[in-house]
Structure formats: C-alpha cells, structure tokens
C-alpha cells in the first residue's frame, strides 16, 4: 500500500487519485491540488448555474461540498438543471441533485443541507473554507459576505440576470 502512496507536499495522494487529477496536477501542481482536496464548499442555490459549479467544483476534486437549497423541483429546473433525473421523484432541489453529483466523483463528499440559509446562525459559515452563494436576496448576500469576511472565509457571489438584447430596434 505505502508504494502506491505518493508524497506530494502537504499529504498523500493514490495512484488512483493521481490518475483521476493528472491534468490538474499537470496544471497547478501537487501543492494546488492537495489545497482543492482539503477544501469545504459551501454552495447555495440548486437552479442551473449552482448545477455547474458544483459539477465544476466536484470534478476539480474538493475535499466535500454541501449542496443547500430548500426550494422543491420546479420545470424549468427540469430544463436547466441537468443533475436532477428526469425520473425523480425527489421535490428538494439539493436532494434531488445528490445522486448525480456524487457519481461525477466519487472521491468528494457530497453533503446536501435543506434549510433556508436565512434560518442559519451567522456561525454557520466558518465551517467552511469557501461559500459560493447564487439565488439570494441581496440582504442575504450582504449577511453572507459581512460573516465570512468576520470569519477569514472566502465567499463568491454568482446570479444569472438573463438576456438584454440591445441591438434590436424596436
């Protein structure tokens, strides 16, 4: 077993593993991708774009990512969100979503949460390294980043607008 552990900095790494991530380490190295496997997401909001960057995120290789939407599976969700089958039964977005996620890789933890990030403590932020939050009011984005900037947290914040065409006469 220790041979087909790899040293790479600041942990070990499979042979499996390294095969699954050698573009990556190719890329950012054994440093850049052992930070990606030690780090928890916190992602917010299940609709098409939170579908992306958690299949984004976990194909990169983060150590867990919590999926947190409480909002139930809507149709244009069905049209959308391509991590929920066609087939669910499932109402919750996050729930819905699990399945899928975690097959993209099954090296991540994939956690889903169903509660309404306004009925969450401020403290609920610091046990994560990083938040992306998407489908939230602006009040819960100014309470997101004033709590993770308290907590030394790196947060993104990500929403889809939709399309203005500007070059139509009318």
């Keep these: 077993m220790a041979s087909e552990l790899m040293k790479n900095g600041d942990g070990e790494m499979s042979k499996d593993e390294r095969k699954v991530y ?6 950012w190295g054994f440093d850049g ?18 579908a992306e960057i ?12 919590t999926l947190k939407d ?12 391509f991590l929920i089958p066609r087939d669910s039964e ?9 399945s899928s996620a975690q097959k993209l890789n099954p090296n991540v933890k994939v956690i889903v949460d169903t509660t309404p990030i306004e009925e969450n403590v401020d403290s609920f932020v610091t046990s994560f390294d990083l938040v992306i939050a998407t489908e939230c ?3 819960t984005y100014k309470r997101l980043s004033e709590n993770c900037r308290k907590s030394n947290v ?14 139509t006469k009318t």
């Design 154 to 167: 790196k947060i993104f914040i990500a929403d889809v607008m939709g399309y203005l065409d500007i070059f």
């Design 22 to 27: 050698d573009r990556q380490i190719r890329l």
């Design 70 to 81: 409480h909002t139930e599976v809507s149709i244009l969700d069905r049209c959308s969100q």
């Design 90 to 98: 499932e109402r919750n977005r996050a729930k819905a979503s699990l």
């Design 137 to 139: 009011s602006p009040s």
């Design 54 to 65: 958690a299949k984004n995120l976990i194909l990169s290789g983060v150590n867990s990512i």
């Design 33 to 50: 991708q052992n930070k990606l496997r030690a780090t928890k997401v916190l992602l917010i909001g299940m609709q098409g774009l939170g």
